[in-house]
């Protein structure tokens, strides 16, 4: 007998879950069934308060009319078109749009479906960048200790995370690695850049000593690292970064799959912190988390460079069977409307400062060892239960989601990055929540 006549509804086993405790999760499954703006409805018909803004994309807040219109509109009007060769206008439309809110002077933009495609895509366009402009021995791609860059090969290569890399035989070779910034010694429970640690940024000068600089192609950082537990740049770093990069010509890439589209109070990082890189690679909040599409951004000087040789050839061989696809590219549209019209890319900042006061409230709660924000980002460290690490975080976030809470964690670190139309009662709730459970000694 088939399988397929076999399987009963709700059966959980054939689908192996992303990154998930899976055994663990089909025990006691968790199951959203639908949104609405900053709340979730589970299959057991409980609320959940969205402290995460589902997986720091659901910028706007849950199943916005905007959104949902613009999608099942386009869906019924052109539902695909073919990518390479031909095109279609909202895609068009879409890259202008997002040129006006990046930063000044990254004129063009490649789609992708993720945020791991726009890495792998941001690393390619830099070796080839380097080798059109007649330096082809720059092939080597620096990242950093504890960086996140999406779960492909080239991402894992230039990532820091020891269980995202170890399994995968050898990665990319001629990767080498800046160490990270985080430094709770020094920096405990720091609102906004962490004093220490800025100078870390010289480690880059080491990397380039070693291997020479007509070596490197790119430097590739998260402005905040995200996925390892919200890391702050310390004061000065991202600044002498781009100034090591310009100095000995490699070009610095700004991982902002979890920056961008104002989870700081700016569009991206880039103008948060007014540096400015070379590449700005983007997703998750480029179409509220609705429709997979990612974004990297490119200068001007990047995307000449290639534009050379007889008109018919194709200048990148480098794209996506769903590269600007119509029913993204109208997702993103009606995006970036919502975001324009409720003011959502600069509204963090507005409410950073009631934000940082109620998440660093928490200091006196037993096993915190440090807090720190940003924007709308907040993490809480916890102390590790000896021997057995990740378990207390873990702890907090089954207790949280049932008591009506989303957080993400990572390590023994709790991460929250809400929606940007978080209110302050929420917000309230939001942390009430999480005192009932820190308290209670998990
Ligand atoms: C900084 C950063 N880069 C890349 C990615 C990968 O994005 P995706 O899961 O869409 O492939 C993530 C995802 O969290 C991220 O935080």
């Given at each position: 007998?088939?399988?397929?006549?076999?399987?009963?509804?709700n059966?959980?086993?054939?689908?192996?879950?992303?990154f998930?405790?899976?055994?663990q999760?089909?025990?006691?499954?968790r199951?959203f069934?639908?949104?609405?703006?900053?709340?979730y409805?589970?299959?057991?018909?409980?609320?959940?308060l969205?402290?995460?803004?589902?997986?720091?994309?659901?910028n706007?807040?849950?199943?916005?009319?905007?959104?949902?219109?613009?999608?099942?509109?386009?869906?019924?009007?052109?539902d695909?078109?073919?990518?390479?060769q031909?095109?279609?206008?909202?895609a068009?439309?879409?890259?202008?749009?997002?040129?006006?809110i990046?930063?000044?002077?990254?004129?063009?933009?490649?789609y992708?479906?993720?945020?791991?495609?726009s890495?792998e895509?941001a690393?390619?366009?830099?070796?080839?960048?380097?080798?059109?402009?007649?330096?082809?021995?720059?092939?080597?791609?620096?990242?950093?200790?504890?960086?996140?860059?999406?779960?492909?090969?080239g991402?894992?290569?230039?990532?820091?995370?020891v269980?995202?890399?170890?399994?995968?035989?050898?990665?990319?070779t001629?990767?080498?690695?800046?160490p990270?910034?985080?430094?709770p010694?020094k920096?405990?429970?720091?609102r906004?850049?962490?004093?220490?640690?800025?100078?870390?940024?010289?480690?880059?000068?080491?990397?380039?000593t070693?291997?020479?600089?007509?070596?490197i192609?790119a430097?590739?950082?998260e402005?905040?690292?995200?996925?390892?537990?919200?890391l702050?740049?310390?004061?000065?770093?991202?600044?002498?970064?781009?100034?090591?990069c310009?100095?000995?010509?490699i070009?610095?890439?700004?991982?902002?799959?979890?920056?961008?589209?104002?989870?700081?109070?700016?569009?991206?990082?880039?103008?948060?912190?007014?540096?400015?890189?070379?590449?700005?690679?983007?997703?998750?909040?480029?179409?509220?988390?609705?429709?997979?599409?990612?974004?990297?951004?490119?200068?001007?000087?990047?995307h000449?460079?290639?534009?050379?040789?007889?008109?018919?050839?194709?200048?990148?061989?480098?794209?996506?069977?769903?590269?600007?696809n119509?029913?993204?590219?109208?997702?993103?549209l009606?995006?970036?409307?919502?975001y324009?019209e409720?003011?959502?890319?600069?509204?963090?900042?507005?409410?950073?400062?009631?934000w940082?006061?109620?998440l660093?409230?928490?200091?006196?709660?037993?096993?915190?060892?440090?807090?720190?924000?940003?924007?709308?980002?907040?993490?809480?460290e916890?102390?590790?239960i000896?021997?057995?690490?990740?378990?207390?975080?873990?702890?907090?976030?089954?207790k949280?989601?049932?008591?009506?809470?989303?957080?993400?964690?990572t390590?023994?670190?709790?991460?929250?990055?809400?929606?940007?139309?978080?209110?302050?009662?929420?917000?309230?709730?939001?942390?009430?929540?999480?005192?009932?459970?820190l308290?209670?000694?998990?």
């Amino acid at each position: 007998m088939s399988n397929r006549l076999n399987t009963t509804p709700n059966d959980l086993r054939a689908f192996w879950m992303p990154f998930t405790a899976n055994r663990q999760f089909k025990k006691e499954p968790r199951l959203f069934v639908s949104a609405k703006d900053m709340y979730y409805q589970t299959h057991d018909g409980r609320q959940v308060l969205d402290g995460t803004a589902g997986l720091w994309c659901v910028n706007a807040g849950h199943c916005r009319p905007k959104i949902t219109e613009a999608i099942r509109e386009q869906a019924g009007e052109l539902d695909y078109a073919p990518a390479f060769q031909l095109g279609h206008p909202k895609a068009f439309e879409l890259a202008n749009r997002l040129v006006d809110i990046a930063p000044e002077g990254m004129d063009h933009v490649l789609y992708t479906n993720s945020g791991s495609e726009s890495v792998e895509t941001a690393l390619k366009v830099a070796l080839a960048y380097h080798r059109v402009k007649g330096n082809g021995s720059r092939f080597r791609l620096i990242g950093r200790e504890r960086g996140y860059h999406g779960v492909n090969f080239g991402g894992i290569s230039v990532g820091g995370i020891v269980s995202n890399r170890k399994m995968f035989g050898t990665l990319l070779t001629g990767v080498d690695h800046m160490p990270h910034t985080h430094q709770p010694g020094k920096n405990a429970f720091t609102r906004g850049q962490p004093e220490h640690g800025g100078d870390l940024a010289t480690e880059l000068e080491r990397i380039v000593t070693l291997h020479d600089a007509s070596t490197i192609a790119a430097v590739i950082v998260e402005p905040i690292a995200g996925s390892t537990g919200v890391l702050i740049p310390p004061k000065g770093y991202l600044q002498k970064l781009r100034e090591l990069c310009t100095k000995h010509g490699i070009l610095l890439i700004f991982d902002e799959v979890i920056t961008g589209f104002g989870r700081l109070g700016a569009p991206f990082a880039a103008q948060y912190y007014d540096v400015k890189p070379d590449m700005i690679t983007t997703a998750k909040g480029l179409t509220n988390g609705v429709i997979p599409m990612g974004a990297v951004f490119v200068t001007a000087e990047i995307h000449d460079a290639f534009m050379n040789g007889p008109e018919h050839m194709i200048e990148f061989f480098h794209g996506y069977t769903y590269s600007g696809n119509p029913i993204a590219s109208a997702a993103a549209l009606a995006t970036l409307d919502t975001y324009k019209e409720e003011g959502l890319l600069t509204r963090a900042a507005e409410l950073s400062n009631y934000w940082a006061d109620a998440l660093h409230s928490l200091k006196d709660c037993p096993n915190v060892i440090d807090i720190r924000n940003t924007g709308l980002i907040g993490a809480i460290e916890l102390d590790p239960i000896a021997g057995e690490p990740t378990k207390r975080a873990f702890t907090a976030f089954l207790k949280a989601y049932e008591k009506g809470l989303l957080i993400r964690t990572t390590g023994d670190i709790i991460a929250l990055s809400p929606p940007l139309i978080i209110e302050k009662h929420h917000i309230d709730e939001l942390f009430e929540k999480l005192r009932e459970i820190l308290q209670n000694n998990i």
